[in-house]
T-cell receptor, first 110, second 115 residues
Framework: LAKTTQPISMDSYEGQEVNITCSHN???????ITWYQQFPSQGPRFIIQ???TKVTNEVASLFIPADRKSSTLSLPRVSLSDTAVYYC???????????FGSGTQLTVLP | ETGVTQSPTHLIKTRGQQVTLRCSSQ?????VSWYQQALGQGPQFIFQ???????GRGNFPPRFSGLQFPNYSSELNVNALELDDSALYLC??????????????FGQGTRLTVV
């Protein structure tokens, strides 16, 4: 299973754009890159998923370079409610075992 | 709201006891996975069930066992509870065999405290 590396924590201010980068050097051909958000004492919530190039939804954008060895989650204009732990995962197409790392604690300050 | 419900929300058990946690998957989903999340750590995969059969297992001892029922709901059973079993237990449902990649939907979890 591909291992991911991401910053332990990040601070930002309300209204700013936040970019969280994840390294996954051993990503396999069949792996997708998925990001989850988790608030305290709640289950992780799917944010976005991609395979290559750029994916955008109503919540975030995901940028994946051609070699796919890293990815960047972009959150536009964050608010206090975006304070959470963000996990980067790589998983096969069948979405079997999800391997979570320690995630990135994002703290949005007023 | 993911449509995945877990019960109970909180539970306190004594070391050595047995516990059963329950999960109702999202309508239409045929796959259920269980995760253990210790305080300050990411969720760790316990096992997955697909069409009532175990379909993958993480690094957990046999005293962690599970079931999936014909309606795709699931149970996690833990025997001979240890203090280190205290954690948030998460259930995630997904639709396997749909082609392409699938998204996992997590429940709110069951907070188990072993004393």
């Amino acid at each position: 299973l591909a291992k991911t590396t991401q910053p332990i924590s990040m601070d930002s201010y309300e209204g700013q754009e936040v970019n969280i980068t994840c390294s996954h050097n051993n990503i396999a051909t069949n792996d997708y890159i998925t990001w989850y958000q988790q608030f305290p004492s709640q289950g992780p919530r799917f944010i976005i998923q991609g395979y290559k190039t750029k994916v955008t939804n109503e919540v975030a954008s995901l940028f994946i370079p051609a070699d796919r060895k890293s990815s960047t989650l972009s959150l536009p204009r964050v608010s206090l409610s975006d304070t959470a732990v963000y996990y980067c995962l790589v998983a096969r197409g069948s979405a079997r075992q999800l391997t979570f790392g320690s995630g990135t604690q994002l703290t949005v300050l007023p | 709201e993911t449509g995945v419900t877990q019960s109970p929300t909180h539970l306190i058990k004594t070391r050595g006891q047995q516990v059963t946690l329950r999960c109702s998957s999202q309508s239409g989903h045929n796959t259920v996975s269980w995760y253990q999340q210790a305080l300050g750590q990411g969720p760790q995969f316990i096992f997955q069930y697909y069409r009532e059969e175990e379909n993958g297992r993480g690094n957990f001892p046999p005293r962690f066992s599970g079931l999936q029922f014909p309606n795709y709901s699931s149970e996690l059973n833990v025997n001979a509870l240890e203090l280190d079993d205290s954690a948030l237990y998460l259930c995630a449902s997904s639709l396997a065999g749909a082609g392409g990649n699938t998204e996992a939907f997590f429940g709110q979890g069951t907070r188990l405290t072993v004393v």
